[in-house]
Each structure stands twice: as C-alpha cells, then as structure tokens.
C-alpha cells in the first residue's frame, strides 16, 4: 500500500518538484498552498507523514501542526522551511514536529528524512511481534524469528532486510533502496552479500515469500 504524505508549499515550482519526485518513488503525495487547504485535506484524510511549510497563506505551519496536535493528532511531521534560527528551530519542535529541514535541500535528503520517520513509525505502533506466516513470527526488539516455537536470531543486515521488507509487503522493493537500508555511508556496498541475506532470509521464511524482481528488485509477498 501506498504511503500517503501531505505536501504543504506555496512556492508552486518547489511543490511540484518534490510531487514530481516523491510520486516517482512510489508514494501517494497531496500537494496544498494554503494554510486552510492543509487543515481540510489534515481533517477528510489520513495521511502517514505531513511535510510543512511554515510561511504559507492563512495559517502557519507552526499554527497548523500546534492546532491537529492539541485535538490528538498524532501523524508525524517535517517542516520544511527557510527559517533558519534557533528560535525557529525551538518553534518547530514545541508545535510537535518530528523533523526539520532548512531550504535549500536535496531531494534525496528529505527522502532519507521521511523514510526514517515512516520506519520509526511503522514499528512504533505495533507490538513487537509480528506474524509473517501460520507459525512464524518476528520480535522487531530482539530481532528472533520464531519458526515453530524455535527461535532464531537474525545477524544485523538480515534484521533490516526483513524490517524493509515488513514495510513493503506485496510492493517490490528496490536495488537502491535496499542498498541505502542496509549499508550505512561510507560502508562499500555488495552485490553479493545482498544475495546472501536474501538466501538467509529464505531458508527460514521459505523461498516463495521474497521473490527476485528482475533487474529492479525483490517483493515480500503475502499471498
């Protein structure tokens, strides 16, 4: 299932970039100019993440995420702003944000920004076992797979394999993104130990559950 994410900013060609881009990952983007808008599509949607400008028509940012938090909201959210002070900055973060970035940014950065928040969240609010077949079951804490009632601990690239692939279940996963998940920067990436987690992980879940996707990636299935 698609991530769905609210995009509020009212430099129209900045919108339409980051639209254009988060679309072109996968993601269902909601893009809105006004303070207002942002409010109304916040109230008729639930959204996974909220990507906020601050100095927008009608009602900030910092007034938006301030006013859905006080009613309960617990969607997590970025702002994405030119303010650049640390008051700003202390700003933000009282309104109830998860993360801040400054203009100007890498598209790539931002996508790093909310893919860790959607993560966080993803394993935040569920327990922490989850069942992936009739019999097998994953401790996201610990990271043991219990298959049968025996338990197995998985190394720690084989834990955030699975846990990327949790995320994505029935939707391929890419090459790229797999890389970025597993390897941390400056850690020379392998095409071959990549290979290797994927037979780890099939020998405890079985080979039907990851299948190779040529030339793109690989897809957790459920079926």
């Known amino acids: 299932m698609k991530k769905k994410l ?14 254009d881009y988060f679309e072109s990952l996968g993601f269902s983007i909601t893009p809105v100019y006004d303070g207002n808008s942002a409010l109304d599509a916040i109230y008729e949607n639930n959204f996974d993440l909220l990507l906020l400008d601050v100095n927008v028509p009608d009602i900030n940012g910092f007034e938006i995420l301030k006013n859905i938090r006080e009613q309960g909201s617990t969607t997590p959210a970025i702002f994405i702003t030119s303010l650049n002070s640390m008051r700003d900055l202390e700003s933000g973060y009282d309104s109830g944000c998860d993360d ?3 203009k100007p940014f890498a598209l790539k950065e931002l996508k790093l920004r909310v893919e860790t928040i959607l993560k966080r969240d993803f394993f935040h609010s569920r327990s922490d076992k989850i069942e992936i077949d009739e019999n097998i079951y994953y401790d996201t804490k610990s990271d043991l797979l219990s298959i049968d009632g025996e338990e197995v601990k998985l190394n720690n690239k084989d834990a955030k394999l699975l846990k990327l692939f949790l995320q994505n279940k029935d939707t391929i996963v890419t090459h790229e993104t797999i890389y970025s998940t597993l390897w941390e920067y400056g850690e020379e990436i392998s095409e071959s130990a990549l290979r290797t987690y ?8 079985g080979k039907e559950k990851i299948v190779s996707i040529k030339k793109l990636g690989y897809r957790f299935t459920t079926k």
């Open 6 to 19: 609210l995009l509020l900013e009212d430099d129209l060609a900045l919108n339409e970039t980051v639209v």
């Open 100 to 102: 801040y970035i400054r």
């Open 198 to 205: 994927i037979k780890n992980l099939r020998k405890y879940l």
